[in-house]
């Protein structure tokens, strides 16, 4: 079984940053289960979208349109931890942040075996 928890929301103001991380455990689990670790967000009333996702070492990223250019996904190699490296964040960015685990690539959640409990980040304008 495996655990994901993130860390690293809270409350930003328009135009900053925040860095969310996301740390794995579990006991004896194949590493392959966690081939893919991602980013979903889901905002009050709306269904949950694929923010960005990456592969082992931090190989292949790959984003939403909507958050491209602005945000940087990244693992280490030698960790089974993803960072979600947010920028010029706006007001449309406010949503509970997930972070999940997969065997392959994928932009649609039901795709992704474990999920964190969340973390929410706050934009203010």
């Known amino acids: 079984q495996v655990q994901l928890v993130e860390s690293g929301g809270g409350l930003v103001q328009a135009g900053g940053s925040v860095r969310l991380s996301c740390a794995a455990s579990g006991r004896a689990f194949r590493p392959s289960l966690l081939d893919i670790m991602g980013w979903f967000r889901q905002a009050p009333g709306k269904e949950r979208e694929f923010v960005a996702a990456?592969?082992?070492?931090?190989?292949?990223?790959y984003y939403a349109d909507s958050v491209k250019g602005r945000f940087a996904i990244s693992r280490a190699a030698a960790e089974n931890t993803v960072y979600l490296q947010m920028n010029s964040l706006k007001p449309e960015d406010t949503a509970e942040y997930y972070c999940a685990a997969a065997r392959a690539h994928s932009r649609w959640w039901n795709d992704y075996d474990y999920w964190g409990q969340g973390t929410q980040v706050t934009i203010s304008s």
């Open positions: 990456v592969g082992r070492s931090g190989a292949n990223p």
